[in-house]
């Protein structure tokens, strides 16, 4: 079946523009979480969703990076006045259940250059 | 302290070799753990689990030490294709922590 997709597969702005990037996870995934990865860098994490819950927003770096999911579904991570130490890859991942050790499948990313 | 630690390497080793790479994780309330692999500029994909009996998958092996908070993968008879850079990773809350990772270049 199809994986996580997202788009687009890369970006490039110019710093203070805002960016949308969009997650498309595993149909039927409950679970969805935003991570980025700069340059020689381990994933960060940034904000988890599950289900109808509140979302976990503790890794956003800043309240210039916003996240939604509609419709429990796709996912939408917002960049506002983008700086150039936002560039880095953005990476998507879902996952089928709500507990337990499972593993997340993560899509392509998007590589985001801010100028 | 960065919560999961790894040596970043490079590992350079001749095909046929056998490589050990270490990781340690400092969060005691961490409950799963996992080696990911990731090829240059692809998304990171889980190689394996890691149990607290130690675990095996053809010429991987994984271990995992609870109460030194240390994590560990080996691989036997290396190949070219396992050269990439490996992450260690654990989950001290619901999302995955990475380690920045143990790149391996398998020479021929």
């Known amino acids: 079946g199809a994986g996580v997709s997202q788009s687009p597969s890369n970006k490039v702005t110019e710093k203070g523009k805002d960016v949308e990037l969009r997650c498309d996870p595993i149909?039927?995934?409950?679970?969805l979480y935003w991570y980025r990865q700069s340059l020689g860098q381990g994933l960060e994490f940034l904000i988890y969703f599950q289900g109808n819950s509140a979302p976990d927003k503790s890794g956003l770096p800043s309240d210039r990076f916003s996240a939604e999911r509609t419709g429990g579904s796709v996912s939408t991570l917002t960049i506002q006045r983008t700086q150039q130490e936002d560039s880095a890859v953005y990476l998507c991942?879902?996952?089928?259940?709500?507990?337990?050790?499972?593993?997340?499948?993560f899509g392509p990313g998007t590589r985001l250059t801010v100028l | 302290r960065k919560e999961v630690e790894q040596d970043p390497g490079p590992f350079n080793v001749p095909e046929g070799a056998t490589v050990a790479f270490n990781c340690t994780y400092s969060n005691s309330a961490s409950q799963s753990f996992f080696w990911y692999r990731q090829d240059c500029r692809k998304e990171p994909k889980l190689l394996m689990s890691v149990y607290s009996s130690g675990n095996e998958d053809g010429r991987f092996t994984a271990q995992l030490n609870r109460a030194s908070q240390y994590i560990s993968l080996l691989i036997r008879d290396s190949k070219l294709s396992d050269s990439a850079t490996y992450l260690c990773?654990?989950?001290?809350?619901?999302?995955?922590?990475f380690g920045s990772g143990t790149r391996l270049q398998v020479q021929p």
């Open positions: 990773v654990v989950t001290p809350r619901r999302a995955l922590t």
């Open positions: 149909s039927g995934h409950t679970a």
């Open positions: 991942a879902s996952r089928p259940y709500v507990g337990g050790a499972d593993t997340q499948y």
